[in-house]
């Protein structure tokens, strides 16, 4: 079994910055690709970011390409998302998730190829 915790979210303006953090517990880290997701009420769970196992690969929505930055530190068992720049359109709650990829380079956006999820952190921001 994989535990996935979620942590950063928060209230900022338009313009900041978060950092989201994903702790990782119960197997080996390094062998999940992960990613992050979003969503927002009365819509489907949105790719945000990806990235491979070993941290070499990553994988951007359009929405956030050249704002958002997806990390991992497999010896901390962490995932990161950095987020710069943020709009009110980012407003959402934002998940991770882990699968155990086929590909070790592959990165994934469809969330049914995900089978571990965190809980969530609500991310808000005001215009």
């Known amino acids: 079994q994989v535990q996935l915790v979620e942590s950063g979210g928060g209230l900022v303006q338009a313009g900041d910055s978060l950092r989201l953090s994903c702790a990782v517990g119960g197997r080996t880290f390094g062998n999940y690709q992960m990613g992050w997701f979003r969503q927002v009420p009365v819509k489907e769970r949105e790719f945000v970011a990806g990235?491979?196992?070993?941290?070499?690969?990553?994988r951007y929505a359009e929405s956030v390409q050249g704002r958002f930055t997806i990390s991992r530190d497999n010896t901390k068992n962490t995932l990161y998302l950095q987020m710069n720049s943020l709009k009110p359109g980012d407003t959402a709650v934002y998940y991770c998730?882990?699968?155990?990829?086929?590909?070790?380079?592959?990165?994934?956006?469809?969330?049914?190829?995900?089978?571990?999820w965190g809980q969530g952190t609500q991310v808000t921001v005001s215009s």
């Open positions: 998730a882990a699968r155990t990829p086929m590909d070790p380079m592959a990165i994934l956006s469809t969330s049914e190829r995900y089978g571990y």
């Open positions: 990235v491979s196992k070993s941290g070499g690969r990553t």
